[in-house]
């Protein structure tokens, strides 16, 4: 609490009066259902576990066909056969893999060209330093070369349950990094929780390790079997096991978080741009381009994915061969088009393979992205193998003839209830690994929304260990959280930001405020029962609210709700006179703090660009540095990174829910300084009408078209939240004066996308959140709608032109602002002038077909009128300007009427003459007949 004078109660006298002033639209906020977002949540849960059902569904069938179409593949190259394929069938198979492995990394490589290069710049996608550059291309080559091992030369020694139970055995080496990291990484004060965890994973291992050694030595040393009757046949297959263990142990290695992680180390530059566009406005050196990066993994997965096609490509074709016989070699270069001829079945079970590996791939960022993990991405991936491990049991040959299911189905020294038993042994003990790291270490995401970055290591796939790779490459949450130079470090500090509720006001209806007021307290509550863990404090920005010491009868109504919505009264409240008026603040709960600032008209300037530069330095230069006077000046850079501005405007109604949806967009990602959400207009009449198509146009089409081509260049002041290191970045540009005609129209007539634009030019980029909901205001009548459109027109203009112009230095400036996207104002702001020449057009047009009137003539009084107005509004007075308005709007209504029903006429007797010319040729060619 300030210290100050206790509010006076000699000011009680002036709420009598408050009858009195002007009561608008009273009603409005009578069709808002409180209740609204209760309802809304519980539908959005039922919406969301139907998603999930959907994804786990798609992403289960999906895996369960991509796993029966591989082992279909890999069965034409099979040992176990009881009649030996011809070396038709066997290129076929090796054909099929080599599609199956090299269109995927092919994929890959194109995909993080296209984010990582084409887009992008150098600094916002580096690439990995040296070392990770050795580490990963190493790594790739290495694990090309266990693929290969494994497929083309213990996999046909394999029965196909067998193949598909061992391909899950990816994650002994993921299980004992884990164990060291646990106690590298938490908190000491967890050691039970660490042994817990330790212990359940080191059981995990000797269970797994258990079932990959003993089975083949139950079988081999103990039942003394004999799998295959040649003798060097049976050597090669103990050998073939071996180095399939020794594979898949290495590909444990090279796909733990560890690993990969090493291998997406950015070769980080920071870049300082003394940028001479803006420095006219404020004479210091700007930072852009700052180097927030978490990691190079797009530019490092191009190349990755580039090293493993070639390896693939090279390496593949010389150990199949190797292993079959090169006279296998003349056979295929002597019948290429036999080879590659694979007929209507395998060509499908290779389509299917692949278009559904890329399909898994991306539900499984979906399933993540929504925070859906559990339901639609862990559990069909740990249930996928034992499914189609038992749905092969079922089908027995039908899908591969000739290969028994098992390798034991055909020893009589064995029971079939001894062999379901080591199958069963060999599942459980082959996937216990896989099922402890998923359900330890892999929770869903706090962020709603999350980015690819923050979800996986490297943005790519592996067609033939899909689910664990893909297990695997999930971030776990200590990868998450831990400190790194990157946009998505302490992703958890978000909880403990601080958000500053900073709202304008001037001549309200009580409706209004009362509705401020409890959309403020709502918020409050939520952060009270644990649904909002941030901090809140309300400030509201009151033009022209006093004079001297005494306040208005606006900011009086504005006190005498709080009782009603905040349960406070004056007596609990501190008064303070400012250099700017005076300042009145009430602890609201441990929650809330609310305070209002009553300007003084003749201390400080109105209108509602001057607030906003009034809480902006508040807020950046006042509150932040006092609150964390003890902090070393990066400790201070990181509580602006955790600082937000929530602006509203007085008569807007939002929920927690909506300011949670914002604060989510903004943790996942450091380098987006603003996040608006979607506005719903409010009224009844013709001219809401209107806006509330506009406001459906503007939010769903316009913003997200400029949130997915490069940024949002308008977040509007009634509803969006801001990052407070990205207003600090442009604040003093921001609070300059109007010194020329086109400042007025960039700065005072549209001060929300003034500074968005400085934000853009920044270098910050801007986003549009769908699901964060508000609803305000919208002008009711003619005149206001007027007036508010003269402002908003000619300043979206201006600012478009703004930055078009310094389009070459914002592209360099923004990485997220490309050519293409400033290409696309470039049409905006062409069309937008083309406009009125095209309604002329189409009104001429109109008259002519309807009416017949001459298309010169027409059109000579339609520019006639055009230019009359232009005449009105740059040489009458304001008044006449609205009245001339309205009257060309009625006119022009009546004329665009009239020329509908003339085009329907005219289109009616088009079509009744069409039909007495078809009915007369009719009668005309019977009677001839």
Known sequence: METGQSISDSRLIQLQNLQKLPQPRENAFENIDREQPALQKRVYTVLKWLVGCFLFVGMLTGLVLNQL???R??????????????????????????FIILVPNLFNAARCYLVGTFAKDATTYPWPNKTSLIIGVGASVLEMLCIIEILFVSAPYLPPDVFLLILAATFSAAILLRICNIYAQEEPEKLWKKFGKSCLLLLSFLIHTAGLLGIPLVLISILELKLIEAVEDQIMQVLSYVMLITSLFTLSVLWSPNIQNLTIQPHLKVTTLKN?????????????????????????????????????LVLAPLAFFSHNG????????????????????????LGVNIILAALVYAMGYIACSICSQRIGFLLPLTCSTPLTVILMQFLGNSLWPGIPNTMLSHYDKISDTAINVIIIFLGIAVLTTQFSYTWIFLKKSKIVMATDDLLFLLPTYNPIFLGEYFLLNRRVDSMMSEKADGPFAKIENYDKA????????????ELEMKNLLLSIKSVADAAANGFLKQKFESHIFFDGANQGRDLNMYAMRLISLLKECFDVGLEDGM?????YGIQLAWTVSEQLRFVIHCKNGKKVKNKKRWSQVMYMYYTLFFRVPTDNDY???????????????LTTDADIVFTPESVKSLIEMLARDRTVGAVCARTHPLGSGPVVWYQVFDYAVGHWFQKVAENIMGSVLCCPGCFSLFRASALKDVVQIYASNVSLAKDFLTKDMGEDRWLCTLLVQHGWRLEYCAVSENFTFCPDHFEEFYKQRRRWIPSTLANLFELVSSGSQTVKNNNFISYLFVFYQILNIVSTILSPGAVIIVLVG????????NEYITLAVQLGIAGAFMLVCLYTSQKTQLNTAKILTGVYALMMTAVVVGLLGQGASSIGDTLNNYYLNVTVTNFEN
């Open 69 to 71: 179409t591989l082992a």
């Open 73 to 98: 593949t890999i069965s034409l190259l099979s040992k176990l056969r009881v009649h030996d394929l011809d070396w038709l069938d066997k290129m076929q198979g090796f054909i099929m893999l080599m």
């Open 276 to 312: 001479a566009f803006l420095l006219k406005f404020v004479e210091t050196e700007i930072t852009v381009n700052k180097g927030v990066q978490a990691n190079a993994r797009w530019k490092g997965g191009l190349l990755y994915s580039c090293v493993k096609f070639l390896t693939f």
């Open 326 to 349: 090169f006279e296998l070699a003349n056979k295929f270069f002597a019948n290429l088009p036999n080879a590659f001829g694979l007929g209507i079945n395998l060509s499908f079970v």
């Open 498 to 509: 601080t958000i500053f509720i900073c709202s304008t006001m001037y001549h309200e209806s």
């Open 575 to 579: 008064k303070r006179y400012t250099p």
């Open 631 to 645: 902090l070393t000046e990066e400790e201070l850079a990181e509580h602006y990174e955790r600082t937000f501005i």
């Open 846 to 853: 109109g008259v002519t077909v309807a009416f017949g009137i």
